[in-house]
């Protein structure tokens, strides 16, 4: 086992996440060992979800943003949950600020970590969990030969997605205000993945950005490019699980008066074409 090389994906709350999540475990990676239903790592929540804390860049502490990949890698791989109780104060506190997650929430997750001691390491690692990407910069430094997947899906279905916690809560990440509007949460995703793409680049990065249509659309070749990319083994089964949402294209169903030739513009700088975006609503 290699420590060095995990798998990272990560994306907007929304973006078609999971069924990446569930292609990795059938492969042999240990995603975590303490999963929401979306395969979300809840160690990392626990640790790294923490906006009143880290969603100012410029006044995090990178001595203790290293500490807490330095635990959270620890945890994952020995199982020793004992590297984490020196910083349940500074939690606890974070999440009373935060107001996210409540005190049931908190006890499930310290006991599972109580519970984990003595667990055997994984020959492959890696972790999905939403909001990685705002810590991709220190974990490219701890991890230079780890693989990241940011998980893309088209802007004008995310304008009007529900899941809108990481516009609202890491507003202050990308320096805009809180996102409520359509076309407020669609800035919010070009910024974004712009961000994502531009950061992991200048990290000199191992990355690919997933488009969560191609993976629906055109799942063989999608899948084996990736799955060779990260050097793991394309089962056949693997080809049945992306499915095309029922929200595919919901854009359709909104009002788009806020929509301009800009907005366009923005889209085809993340990879998405106007003429493609129309042919999908038609086929729909």
């Not at 809560?169 to 076309?183: E, M, S």
């Given at each position: 086992m290699n420590n060095n090389k995990p798998i990272i994906v990560s994306g907007l709350g929304g973006s078609g996440t999971r069924v990446l999540g569930q292609i990795l475990q059938d492969a042999g990676v240990c995603i975590g060992n303490d999963l929401n239903a979306s395969l979300d790592n809840l160690l990392f929540s626990l640790l790294f979800k923490r906006p009143s804390r880290f969603s100012c860049s410029d006044r995090r502490d990178p001595a203790y943003v290293d500490r807490c990949i330095e635990r959270f890698e620890k945890i994952s791989l020995t199982g020793s949950g004992r590297a984490v109780w020196a910083d349940v104060p500074a939690i606890v506190s974070d999440m009373l600020k935060d107001r996210y997650y409540g005190p049931v929430w908190l006890f499930s997750r310290l006991w599972k970590l109580r519970r984990k001691n003595g667990l055997p390491p994984p020959d492959r690692w890696g972790w999905k969990e939403p909001h990685a990407g705002y810590f991709f910069e220190p974990l490219c430094r701890r991890y230079p030969q780890a693989k990241f997947i940011i998980v893309m899906r088209n802007g004008l279905d995310m304008a009007y997605a529900p899941n809108d916690q990481q516009s609202r809560?890491?507003?202050?990440?990308?320096?805009?205000?809180?996102?409520?509007?359509?076309?407020e949460k669609f800035n919010y995703w070009y910024l974004y993945n712009q961000y994502m793409k531009t950061s992991l680049m200048q990290a000199g990065a191992d990355f690919h950005m997933l488009r969560l249509e191609d993976l629906f659309l055109e799942p063989e070749s999608t899948l084996e490019s990736l799955m060779s990319a990260l050097g793991l083994v394309l089962e056949p089964q693997m080809i049945d699980l992306p499915r095309v949402p029922t929200t595919f294209c919901r854009f359709r169903d909104h009002d788009q008066e806020w929509v301009a030739e800009d907005t366009y513009r923005k889209l085809s700088e993340c990879g998405y074409a106007r003429s493609e975006l129309e042919e999908w609503a038609a086929r729909r």
């Open positions: 809560y890491w507003n202050r990440f990308l320096g805009v205000p809180p996102c409520r509007t359509p076309a």
